[in-house]
């Protein structure tokens, strides 16, 4: 069990391409890194056996037999596809975990637009609908198909981290993957965290504070990957009807139960463009988005202490 103590400690470590920690209570710096390296496990566990970009990892099986045979899964990836199911429903299509292979035709680092009809090839490998499912096995009928797990592996990643400091004992602090949180339970005193959301356009400020006791807050947003060319931005964040970015929304911050369904929520707004408030309310969580225009629109709730609009 964790100790009696207010003193925090922050464990900082690096996974998924983003800078991530893990804040608890504990008797010591010794005994934080110890509770700390079980969440931090998990979470390198999830990135080795989904990642794209390893060879050995479940998906790139998945990816390597498009076209061929179906691949037998287990039982973690098995729930996690029939959850990627459950969010295209949820989205109307929107949420697509097969168009991940879009990036293909994105290059951000070269601010280079696809090339013609490099789009129009991808999508047509594109499509939830086709990939063919069953209780056990999963099959890509088409060769060149991919799926991604880009879109909640993150996020399913801090959700399974705060699961061990819980079963360890941890009842304070939280886990921050790359800005995606899992807030196991309030500050020792009983007082909520303070998060900043960062302004979308100035990397060096902020838009508003969220106080979170408990829960998960994640934000989806047009400045994580992009590029700019000829007074338009272009994200990576793309529409999977025609492959192009969204243009709404600068961001969306939500908060949830869990951070699984936090980062589903946020994506899929930044997704819907005009239609995002109506899915956000209809799904009864607490959001902040800044439009295309900088205005900030956010649910009615004391938690969200909105600075101004963004800059």
């Excluded at 998924?16 to 079980?38: D, F, G, K, N």
């Excluded at 007074?231 to 529409?239: A, K, M, S």
């Excluded at 243009?247 to 995002?276: D, E, N, Q």
Aim: charged share 20%.
């Amino acid at each position: 069990m964790v100790a009696n103590t207010t003193d925090l400690y922050t464990i900082e470590f690096r996974a998924m391409a983003s800078p991530c920690q893990v804040l608890l209570p504990a008797a010591s710096e010794a005994a934080a890194r110890e509770l700390a390296q079980h969440a931090i496990d998990e979470v390198r566990r999830i990135e080795t056996k989904y990642s794209r970009y390893r060879a050995d990892s479940v998906v790139s099986a998945i990816n390597g037999a498009a076209g061929g045979e179906a691949v037998a899964l287990d039982d973690e990836t098995a729930a996690l596809l029939h959850y990627a199911a459950q969010l295209y429903e949820l989205s109307g299509g929107l949420f697509d975990i097969t168009t991940g292979v879009l990036r293909k035709a994105w290059d951000f680092s070269a601010a280079r637009l696809p090339a013609p009809g490099q789009l129009d090839a991808l999508l047509a490998l594109t499509g939830w609908t086709k990939v063919q499912r069953e209780r056990r096995s999963v099959r890509l009928p088409v060769a060149g198909m991919e799926l991604d797990f880009g879109g909640f592996g993150k996020e399913y990643a801090a959700d399974r981290a705060a699961a061990c400091l819980l079963d360890a004992g941890v009842r304070h602090g939280y886990v921050n993957l790359g800005g995606d949180f899992h807030v196991l339970g309030p500050r020792p005193d009983g007082s909520p965290w303070r998060i900043a959301i960062q302004d979308p356009r100035r990397a060096d400020a902020t838009i508003a504070a969220i106080d979170v006791a408990g829960g998960a807050l994640c934000t989806s947003g047009d400045y994580e990957r992009y590029f700019e060319l000829d007074g338009r931005r272009y994200c990576h964040i793309l529409d999977p009807a025609t492959g192009l970015p969204v243009t709404a929304w600068r961001s969306v911050s939500v908060l949830a139960p869990l951070t699984a369904a936090a980062g589903a929520c946020a994506t899929i707004a930044m997704l819907k463009g005009a239609r995002a408030p109506a899915f956000l309310e209809g799904m009864q969580v607490g959001y902040l988005a800044v439009g295309a225009d900088g205005k900030v629109h956010s649910k009615d709730n004391k938690a969200i202490q909105i600075s101004g609009s963004a800059s």
